[in-house]
């Protein structure tokens, strides 16, 4: 089991940037591929993006290619998610969650194979 904490969310102005961290407790973080997921107010829970648990494979949304990179440090528990260029449609509550895979450290999740969620942080961009 892992525990999941979100961090770094807050008010930034159209074409700021912020760094979103998920830290996660316990010895075996690595066994866990990790997403990130925004929802916004009245809107369906979004996939936003996402990594294996070695870091090679990546996975996100159209909307945010180019803008946003997420990396991990395994000795420190750590993914993140830089988000640059940011725009008011990127406004949502921002959740990271987690998925073992035991069998395969490339594979990346899909949007409803994740288990362990996190509270989340709020991101808001005004224009």
């Known amino acids: ?54 870091g090679g494979t990546t996975y996100y949304v159209d909307s945010v290619k180019g803008r946003f990179t997420i990396s991990r440090h395994n000795a420190k528990n750590t993914v993140y998610l830089q988000m640059n260029s940011l725009n008011p449609e990127d406004t949502a509550v921002y959740y990271c969650a987690a998925a073992q895979r035991l069998d395969s450290t490339t594979y990346v999740p899909t949007h409803n194979e994740y288990i362990y969620w996190g509270q989340g942080t709020q991101v808001t961009v005004s224009s």
């Not at 407790?25 to 929802?39: D, P």
């Open 1 to 54: 089991q892992v525990q999941l904490v979100e961090s770094g969310g807050g008010l930034v102005q159209a074409g700021g940037s912020l760094r979103l961290s998920c830290a996660a407790s316990g010895r075996t973080f690595g066994w866990y591929a990790v997403g990130w997921f925004r929802q916004a107010p009245g809107k369906e829970r979004e996939y936003v993006a996402a990594i294996s648990r070695s």
